[in-house]
């Protein structure tokens, strides 16, 4: 820690003798350049003075009225004021992505987790943030999010790794299993996991290639099932269409399923069987230097939870 400190101090001290030689070059003088770097005249002559010992070249030449670059100064500024003003330039941006959001966005997220926050969640925090461009890459399988260079990802709580740090998203979710009137026409309502054999189901591909096994629970007896069904889906949208069309009954989110349930087009059944498990959270790797673009998403999350 001490030789990375020390690093750090010859790399500031270089940086201001740079900064003194272009600053006396550029105003013809110690005392006006002093005032403009606000600093003594003192400390810019010796900061100078280092430079020119340590290159073995004088750069100035002196006089007790007139302050001139010698030939070698003049070649010598020629070549580092444009990597200095550069430099000025980097630092900054550096400090406006720091205090205000800019830059890209990206997020790694399932692409059912993309529609149920896109609204009002992406679509609020585009109109605040205009600067900002939100990249969602949506994708089933989890990632290294720092490795593929992502500001944060989206899963479920109980997928977010254990070395993250997680915001909740949604509320708890539920999911349940849900059919359309047209289904369950001529149809016993299952009341049972059980029952769910005698019927058609749409079965779910996971991100990892296995087959879904619908989960439920009551009064702590916990049941996975393997549902009879011809089709299988990889998404709960596809699953949703599918479910409203009349091809079988579907096991989705309760939050997915909400308006389409409101709106009579899906009946819930085996809801007694349906516990709550906690919802979507952000997670990200630290809680250090986080970029203003993804601390102002955070907030966000937050204000609208409340």
Not at 8 to 18: C, G, K, V
Not at 21 to 42: H, K, Q, T
Not at 219 to 237: K, T, W
Request: proline letters at 6%.
């Amino acid at each position: 820690m001490a030789q990375v400190d020390a690093k750090n101090r010859a790399m500031r001290a270089s940086q201001l003798e740079l900064e003194a030689v272009v600053a006396v070059a550029r105003r013809g003088g110690f005392r006006v350049a002093a005032r403009e770097l606000n600093m003594s005249s003192s400390a810019l002559s010796h900061a100078v003075a280092a430079l020119e010992a340590r290159l073995g070249v004088r750069l100035f030449n002196r006089t007790t009225r007139s302050v001139a670059l010698s030939p070698e100064g003049e070649q010598f500024v020629g070549e580092i004021a444009p990597a200095l003003a550069a430099i000025r330039t980097a630092m900054e941006r550096i400090d406006e992505h720091r205090a205000e959001p800019v830059g890209a966005l990206r997020l790694n997220l399932p692409l059912g987790a993309g529609r149920m926050i896109l609204s009002p969640l992406i679509y609020e925090y585009m109109r605040r943030y205009p600067r900002v461009t939100v990249d969602m890459v949506s994708e089933g399988a989890m990632v290294d999010i720092v490795g593929q260079g992502f500001d944060a990802g989206v899963r479920l709580e109980e997928f977010v790794p254990p070395d993250m740090i997680a915001v909740p998203i949604t509320r708890p979710i539920r999911s349940i299993v849900v059919g359309s009137p047209a289904y369950f026409s001529g149809r016993k309502l299952p009341r049972t996991p059980a029952d769910l054999a005698e019927h058609r189901c749409i079965r779910r591909r996971l991100g990892s290639g296995a087959i879904y096994r619908w989960e439920f629970e009551k009064r702590g007896e916990a049941i996975e099932i393997d549902v009879p069904g011809q089709l299988i889906l990889d998404d709960h949208d596809l699953m949703l269409m599918a479910a409203l069309a009349g091809e079988g009954l579907a096991f989705v989110s309760d939050i997915a399923a909400a308006q389409a349930i409101e709106a009579g087009l899906l009946l819930p059944v085996l809801e007694d069987w349906s516990p709550e498990y906690p919802g979507l959270c952000l997670y990200y790797p630290s809680r250090r230097n986080i970029p203003a673009r993804l601390r102002a998403f955070i907030d966000l999350i937050r204000q609208l939870a409340r």
